[in-house]
Each structure stands twice: as C-alpha cells, then as structure tokens.
C-alpha cells in the first residue's frame, strides 16, 4: 500500500494533574516519531502489509526520521524540505490519557504535485491519503493528482478526516467536495458528526456514506469500538478491545493501518474492523503512536 502524508516530531508530555496556569506543571516528557500518514503505515507494516510512505520533511531530522521508519519496516519516500523544519506536535496527554494536540506543520504544508512520481503506485493494491493534506493548497492539489492516478489503475482510496479542528477552519463543503470518488473515509465519530451534520454515529455514517455515492464510511467510536456503513445504511458494527489506557495519541492512525493491512489480506469489513480495534487498543498501552517493534498486529484470519 502507498500512504501519503505527513511525518511529525511528536513531544508527548503525560501530566497527572490538570495543567497550572502561570507555574510549572510536573509531566513524564517522551520524544518520539509521529505524523498521522507515518503512523498509519507503521502500523500497517507493523500488521504484515507491504507499506511505502510519501512525506516531506526538513534537513533538521530527516535521517532519524528515516531511520525509524525503516525499523517499522516502511519504504520510506522523503523529500527533503530545504527551508522548512520537519513538522512537530506536542501532545499533551492528561491522567485519563486524552491527548490534546498542538500543532506546527512546518514541511508537511509544503508537500504538494512536484514531490509526486507515477511509479509510487507501483506494486501497490491500496491508497490512502492522510486528512492533514487536505487543509492546505498544496495537499489538496497533491491529493487530486494522487487519488486520479490510482482510480486510473483501478486502485482503492482511502482517507482519514485527521482534525475536526481544522475540517472547521476548512469548511465541511470544501473537504467534502475535495474527498469526492473516495472509497473509503475513516472519521471518528466527532468527524463523522460534523462532515454529515448527524450527531448519532450510526446514522452519520450512512448519511455521509450517501453523500459519498456509497462508499465505505468507518467510523471509529473509542471504547465502543467501531461501525461501518456503505451504500447509505449501517452494514457492521463491532465492539472494543478493550484496554487500560496509556496514552491515545495516535490510536485512529493505528486502527486505520490494521484496517487497511486486514483488508489487504483478505478479511471481509466485520472482520478487519475486529483486527483495527485490536491495533486501536495496543496503541493505547503504548507512549507514542507507532508499534512497539516487537508487538504482533497481523490480520490471523478467521
């Protein structure tokens, strides 16, 4: 599979008591890889899928980057920004592990046509392109380009939405009409609930599937694990895995790469929505939003 998307820095600051305003706030403080695109193929390739990445990033960490990506068995593609720094997030993640995020994009909201090579697609049965692309120019016009070369080689779509945050700065109309002809969209439920205006999870993912001419819509419901809708009506649902919390950064990007690298391999939607909410669930024990290296995530079928 071919992902594309973003590569970030994640500085994951886990704090046990609410943050103090105008002193200092006591936290256990963790640099780690991240970016929603890296992750989603870290954990596909973490579940047996072959996973080829395409990223920008600066000169500051591209090697280590790099690096990282090949010990998750990805094929990283790496375009090395010559003025902007590689992106970081800082994750602020609380005593119930909810994380909330802070975002500088930096190289990612460069990423864009120019850094697009027909032969990605190459090998490749399925493509997924990040949300984070859609909030910029560049990506949206990247994402175009992109989703026209595989659909012209009869190739699968993906995306994920990313951000409600910055689906709103956007507009739902704007990111709708860019995610047209998509196969499949991947929102959480708080997503699902404003791209479709629906506020009930089932009922937003068979209206947003209509509004997508059918396509798959899955929508993530945390603890309460996941539902799938096609053709305008709801056609799977599937509970947790459940798990003790860590930290959530990057559980969707891990249920998104099980998903996709079950699919891959066979799994009918009921049963790749079990392995997805498997990876969710690992990703929740672990600091950070990659695969520990030694951690088993692959589809074991039936």
């Not at 970016?35 to 193929?41: C, D, H, R, S």
């Not at 709801?234 to 998903?259: H, I, N």
Request: aromatic share 4%; net charge negative; glycine share 12%.
């Amino acid at each position: 599979m071919l992902v594309v998307g973003d590569v970030v820095t994640d500085v994951v600051a886990r704090h046990a008591e609410p943050l103090a305003r105008d002193t200092d706030t006591a936290a256990r403080i963790a640099l780690r890889p991240g970016g929603a695109g890296a992750n989603v193929a870290c954990w596909a390739a973490g579940a047996g899928a072959r996973a080829r990445l395409l990223a920008r990033v600066g000169a500051d960490t591209a090697q280590w980057h790099r690096g990282e990506l090949l010990k998750a068995g990805v094929e990283p593609v790496l375009r090395i920004d010559p003025s902007l720094p590689t992106a970081v997030v800082i994750a602020l993640v609380d005593a119930a592990a909810e994380r909330t995020l802070v975002t500088d994009s930096g190289a990612s909201l460069a990423l864009g046509p120019a850094d697009w090579s027909e032969d990605l697609l190459d090998g490749v049965g399925h493509v997924h392109l990040s949300g984070y692309l859609f909030f910029c120019a560049p990506g949206r016009e990247l994402a175009a380009v992109v989703g026209a070369a595989a659909h012209a080689r009869g190739l699968p779509v993906s995306v994920d939405p990313a951000s409600a945050g910055f689906l709103r700065r956007l507009g739902v109309p704007r990111f709708l009409a860019a995610v047209a002809g998509t196969d499949l969209l991947l929102p959480n439920a708080a997503e699902a609930a404003l791209l479709s205006g629906r506020p009930e999870p089932a009922d937003a993912a068979a209206e947003l599937s209509a509004l997508c001419g059918g396509a798959e819509v899955v929508v993530t419901l945390g603890a309460e694990g996941a539902l799938a809708a096609a053709d305008g009506r709801v056609v799977a649902r599937v509970p947790a895995v459940q798990a003790r919390p860590l930290d959530t950064t990057g559980a969707g990007d891990a249920f998104t790469g099980g998903l996709l690298a079950a699919r891959l391999a066979g799994a009918d939607l009921p049963a790749a929505l079990t392995a997805a909410c498997a990876s969710g669930a690992a990703a929740v024990r672990l600091v950070g939003a990659r695969p520990a290296p030694s951690h088993p995530t692959a589809y074991a079928g039936p």
